[in-house]
């Protein structure tokens, strides 16, 4: 059965991206508040009130949840995780996609019931947020979060610049000599940019850059440490 509904539980900047990236594949979306702070100004997505505590049984009665997919995605990582066994416990064969801080709340979420975990750290969040908006970086997504794939995003700090001979990034075939997709730099400013953007074309690549990278897990491992990071 084809899923047409999309169930976001997080109105937060990384929830309502995840809206934004997902509405030309599904008819319906709704995102649901913790809150009473009304954001339906500010986005054109129905919102809905819900309580950690409520009978999931009235989410049942206002949508199709046999065509549904589920994306636990609220800030405290504490109530993510309550929230997605309370998902699971009640509804067993739906498909819920969860966002996790990092690795170690990604195993809870796993134990929690999700069915599909993305560990990401703020920075990274905050990274592909910026990112959703391109072509190239919404295809990838979709094949991590949809698609039975291995694929995971990593960030990773260079620390052995001289591997890169004074190369600029988009000069580098990322994934013909490393296995991996490299989508974004931060410099040590914090500053950040698509790694095709004209902006990097300029930027040697130093000691300090992090990489946002996509790939599988033993090609990131064998990434990270040919850049010197042993994280």
Request: with cysteine; hydrophobic share 40%; proline share 1%.
């Amino acid at each position: 059965m084809s899923v047409s509904s999309a169930l976001i539980f997080g109105n937060n900047e990384y929830g309502l991206e995840i809206a934004k990236n997902v509405t030309h594949r599904y008819s319906h979306i709704s995102i649901f508040s913790l809150d009473d702070i009304d954001i339906s100004s500010v986005c054109d997505f129905k919102i809905e009130h819900f309580d950690l505590s409520d009978d999931w049984d009235i989410l049942r009665e206002k949508h199709d949840l046999d065509k549904s997919i589920i994306f636990c995605a609220l800030n405290d990582e504490a109530k993510n995780i309550f929230l997605t066994i309370s998902l699971r416990a009640a509804f067993s064969d739906i498909t819920i996609i969860a966002m996790a801080n990092n690795n170690e709340d990604a195993n809870k979420l796993k134990m929690a019931g999700a069915t599909k975990v993305i560990p990401i750290v703020e920075t990274t969040a905050n990274i592909i947020t910026d990112m959703l908006k391109k072509p190239i970086i919404t295809e990838v997504l979709h094949n991590i979060l949809y698609q039975d794939s291995a694929l995971k995003i990593i960030q990773a700090e260079v620390k052995n610049v001289e591997r890169f001979n004074e190369q600029y990034p988009a000069d580098i075939e990322w994934s013909r000599d490393h296995g991996v997709l490299v989508l974004s730099i931060i410099h040590e400013d914090m500053s950040q940019e698509f790694i095709y953007s004209s902006k990097a074309k300029h930027n040697l690549i130093k000691n300090g850059d992090i990489f946002i990278a996509v790939g599988y897990e033993e090609d990131l491992k064998e990434f990270k440490k040919f850049i010197g990071d042993d994280s």
